[in-house]
């Protein structure tokens, strides 16, 4: 009886050198260049730029096997690499107490930067510098939420750098008005 796959017979005679029974079933050695029976010869060669050329010379006819395993490794890294982003995305389960202690600790930061940006404007100093002069005094004590844009967000949610009305669009209603021959 001849060996069949799928119904089909397989010819004695294989397009290439290399087993396809012992390729499948011993993988790691046939691509592997420090194994004995490895099947292929590879070229690596200097380029610009701290590149390099690799070059591989496959048997005649296992260029589709070659190219099957490029393509699965490939997807394979995709895949793991997809599976660990979203390990890192995942939100982690925070019992009540650690989540009420961060709300805590958030509200005492805002108070503080509020507290710290009234005081510089009370005294005088324009806005912007006194954003900074804050974020200046976080830095020197080496906080951990130190940043201009973090400060400036802070300060902005907090309602703390909303202009205050002057009633500028009603004087220039008033001064708009029509003539006397409309």
């Known amino acids: 009886m001849t060996p069949s796959v799928i119904g089909q017979p397989v010819s004695a005679q294989a397009p290439f050198p290399v087993n396809v029974g012992r390729l499948v079933g011993d993988i790691a050695q046939t691509f592997n260049p420090l194994g004995r029976d490895f099947a292929l010869d590879y070229h690596v060669s200097k380029a610009k730029d701290g590149f390099v050329v690799v070059s591989v010379a ?41 989540i009420s202690e961060a709300k805590r600790l958030q ?32 830095k020197a004590e080496k906080h951990p939420w130190a940043g201009y844009d ?29 003539g006397p021959g409309l």
């Open 58 to 98: 496959l048997p005649e006819g296992m260029t589709r096997a070659y190219m099957t395993l490029l393509e699965s490794l490939t997807g394979f890294v995709r895949v793991i690499d997809n599976k660990a982003q979203g390990s890192f995305r995942e939100v982690r389960v925070q019992s009540p107490s650690a």
């Open 107 to 138: 509200e005492a930061f805002t108070a503080d930067i509020c507290q710290r940006f009234d005081g510089l404007i009370g005294a005088g100093v324009p806005r912007n510098d006194a954003i900074k002069c804050v974020n200046d005094a976080l």
């Open 150 to 178: 973090l400060v400036r967000s802070t300060l902005s949610a907090a309602g703390k750098l909303r202009r205050p009305k002057t009633g500028h669009g009603e004087k220039r209603r008033k001064a708009v008005q029509p």
